[in-house]
Each structure stands twice: as C-alpha cells, then as structure tokens.
C-alpha cells in the first residue's frame, strides 16, 4: 500500500475512533495528577493557572461556536462519526480564516483541561499527540474535498492555513450565525469539558486529603452544567425550538 493510502486510511479510521480519545486522557491523567507534586506551586500560582486553564478552553468552546454557528447544511464543516461528509465547500467565515477551526477549538478546550494538571510536562506531550493524531485526521478529510472539489478546493487550500488563522484572508459569512445551532450541538462538548476539570479537582482533592469532598464548587458547576445539558437534550430531542431551516 503506497504511503499516501496508509495516510489516509488511518486517518479515516482515527476519524471514526475520535469519540474515545476524552477517555484516553481521562485515564491518563490519574496518574499525572498523583505524581504531580503542588506545594512547590503557591496558592496564587494555582489560581492563576486555573484562570488560564478554563480561558483556554472557553477559547476553544468560542471557537467551535463560531464554526457551529456559521456553519449551512451539508458543507465540509459537517463530518459525522460515520465519515466524510459535504455537499459544498465552506470557505467563508472562520474557515477564512483557517481550514481546521473545530479542530483548533478541540485543541483549546482539552488543552486547558490538561493545564489544569499542573503538569507541563504534561501539557507538550498531549500538544504532540494531539498534532500527530489530527494530523492523520485532517489528511483523510483534506484527500476527501480535494477528490470532491477539485481545483475549487485546492485554491482554498492554498491560500487557507490549516491552524494559524490568516486576519487578511477574511471573507464575510454567506449566512448569519445561529445561536440554535451551538446550543442544539454543542452541549454534550459543553459537558465533557466541564466534567474534565470536575474530575482532576476531585482527583486531585483526593490524593490529597483522601477522601472525596462533596462540598467543592466544581461539584457544584458539574451540577449546574448536567442540569443545562439534560434541558438542552431534551428539547433538541423531543421539540422543533432548536431546530432551523437549511442548518444541520
């Protein structure tokens, strides 16, 4: 098999497989959090950390929402777990910008997840994996629009950077941004991020202390973020409120 197939069919197969990759660093992250040592970090060190921490991935979230939001039905924004999906080329907005911005958003929010680790070691190793398994991903997609869209995609293509955005490239979007369209897809996102730090907090509380500490505002933010997805998932699922014409 030349090389350029093995490329692409790994990547489609990690395209496939990317729903687990949260558990992966979920249980890596058990042992990072016991080996990683605080007392050398002070108080205010630790709280500004933090800060950067959900910064980072509120980023991330911002990012992906702006991708979501401004995203019609059937372009190449709209992957499924299944496979590569377009009808047209998105190539206005974000994706102006640069061709990858739910991969970008992706990053940002489990970036920010792992800072708040403490380990930074931590923090470049994941930043590599994170690049060596996109990248796969992203070749597969890209062979994909490039076999669809021919010469359209590879103008694009050229002139877009995969992850850096390029400000002077911009192009207005063809259609408004959709609030409905974030909060009918973003939400389970929402949640696993949410969950990501609620579990290090507690994770790392234990170690500590050896008992797990109810009484944490991370519990309590857990608490209000299920709440915000149970309502969410039920009216994407049981009414029309979050549902839009010509959105996917």
């Given at each position: 098999m030349a090389l350029i197939h093995s490329f692409e069919n790994s990547g489609n197969w990690l395209f496939r497989h990317?729903?687990?990759?949260?558990?992966?660093?979920?249980?890596?992250?058990?042992?990072?959090?016991?080996?990683?040592p605080t007392t050398w970090l002070s108080a205010d060190a630790q709280i500004i950390i933090t800060i950067v921490a959900v910064f980072l991935s509120v980023l991330g979230f911002i990012i992906r929402a702006i991708s979501?939001?401004?995203?019609?039905?059937?372009?190449?924004?709209?992957?499924?777990?299944?496979?590569?999906?377009?009808?047209?080329?998105?190539?206005?907005?974000?994706?102006?910008?640069?061709?990858?911005?739910?991969?970008?958003?992706?990053?940002?929010?489990?970036?920010?997840?792992v800072l708040f680790t403490f380990n930074f070691s931590f923090v470049v190793i994941i930043s590599l994996a994170f690049w060596l398994y996109y990248e796969r991903i992203m070749f597969a997609e890209e062979r994909f629009l490039e076999?669809?869209?021919?010469?359209?995609?590879?103008?694009?293509?050229?002139?877009?950077?995969?992850?850096?955005?390029?400000?002077?490239?911009?192009?207005k979007n063809t259609i408004p941004f959709s609030l409905k369209s974030v909060l009918r897809r973003?939400?389970?996102?929402?949640?696993?991020?949410?969950?990501?730090?609620v579990f290090i907090d507690?994770?790392?509380?234990?170690?500590?202390?050896?008992?797990?500490?109810?009484?944490?505002?991370?519990?309590?933010?857990?608490?209000g973020a299920l709440v915000?997805?149970?309502?969410?998932?039920?009216?994407?699922?049981?009414?029309?409120?979050l549902k839009e014409e010509g959105r996917s």
């Open positions: 990317r729903g687990e990759l949260p558990v992966v660093l979920f249980i890596l992250a058990i042992p990072v959090v016991y080996f990683t979501i939001g401004t995203t019609p039905k059937g372009t190449s924004g709209r992957n499924t777990k299944e496979g590569q999906v377009a009808e047209s080329l998105n190539t206005s907005g974000i994706y102006s910008l640069m061709r990858h911005p739910l991969y970008v958003g992706n990053y940002f929010m489990w970036i920010g997840i076999k669809k869209f021919g010469a359209s995609y590879l103008e694009w293509s050229l002139s877009t950077p995969a992850f850096i955005p390029c400000i002077r490239g911009y192009k973003e939400y389970s996102g929402m949640m696993a991020t949410v969950t990501g730090f507690l994770l790392r509380n234990y170690f500590q202390t050896g008992s797990f500490d109810s009484n944490r505002l991370s519990v309590y933010v857990f608490g915000v997805t149970l309502l969410l998932r039920s009216l994407k699922h049981y009414t029309t409120i």
